[in-house]
């Protein structure tokens, strides 16, 4: 035991030891500089010069919005339902639906109902995070939003819901005071 580690306390020691730091003669300008005085400009050339040796990201691995969008294929669309086309191009993308409780529900209430819905949407495989933002309000955000339109014609169907608006367009709930006056 003593022996290994005197053996990694020796390797650790070679390699301090000849570890070599850059001559000040051949840096950059900015490179000479005290790292509390750099400019945003000069931490972005110290990005650059970190990620120019790393290998690109895979494209499921990247942020959302650099994400390659998936091919549609227009030949199985139907050019008369414009919401079957929107739906496919949201596939793969975040989106959010904001579905309005009706009734005078309390924010508890609200938040019970809501999370009754979220748990039917999750029984039938539509994964959504549900937020809320106001007392009857909430946010029910879905990562593949091509989900976001089946969740809408469940969440209509259901008796405490009023609208449920994706992509600014609003869609009553079945037994709400709305859809009697539209």
């Given at each position: 035991?003593?022996?290994?580690?005197s053996?990694?306390?020796?390797?650790?020691?070679?390699?301090?030891?000849?570890?070599?730091?850059?001559?000040?003669?051949?840096?950059?300008q900015?490179?000479?500089?005290?790292?509390?005085?750099?400019?945003?400009?000069?931490?972005?050339?110290?990005?650059?010069?970190?990620?120019?040796?790393?290998?690109?990201?895979?494209?499921?691995?990247l942020?959302?919005?650099?994400?390659?969008?998936?091919?549609?294929?227009?030949?199985?669309?139907?050019?008369?339902?414009?919401?079957?086309?929107?739906?496919e191009?949201?596939?793969?993308?975040?989106?959010?639906?904001?579905?309005?409780?009706?009734?005078?529900?309390?924010?508890?209430?609200?938040?019970?109902?809501?999370k009754?819905?979220?748990?039917?949407?999750?029984?039938?495989?539509?994964?959504?995070?549900?937020?809320?933002?106001?007392?009857?309000?909430?946010?029910?955000?879905?990562?593949?939003?091509?989900?976001?339109?089946?969740?809408?014609?469940?969440?209509?169907?259901?008796?405490?819901?009023?609208?449920?608006t994706?992509?600014?367009?609003k869609?009553?709930?079945?037994?709400?005071?709305?859809?009697?006056?539209?």
């Amino acid at each position: 035991m003593v022996r290994k580690v005197s053996f990694l306390f020796l390797v650790f020691l070679i390699v301090a030891v000849s570890g070599k730091k850059s001559d000040e003669k051949n840096k950059p300008q900015w490179a000479k500089k005290d790292i509390r005085d750099y400019t945003d400009a000069d931490m972005e050339r110290l990005l650059e010069q970190w990620e120019e040796d790393e290998e690109p990201l895979e494209p499921d691995e990247l942020p959302e919005h650099l994400r390659p969008q998936a091919p549609i294929d227009l030949s199985k669309l139907d050019v008369n339902n414009p919401e079957a086309m929107v739906r496919e191009s949201k596939k793969g993308r975040t989106v959010m639906a904001f579905v309005q409780v009706g009734g005078s529900s309390s924010r508890e209430e609200s938040e019970t109902i809501t999370k009754i819905w979220q748990s039917s949407l999750w029984n039938n495989h539509i994964q959504a995070e549900r937020y809320m933002i106001e007392d009857a309000r909430a946010i029910f955000m879905f990562k593949d939003g091509a989900q976001a339109w089946v969740a809408k014609d469940f969440l209509v169907e259901q008796e405490q819901c009023e609208s449920v608006t994706i992509e600014s367009k609003k869609y009553p709930g079945k037994y709400s005071a709305e859809k009697d006056e539209l």
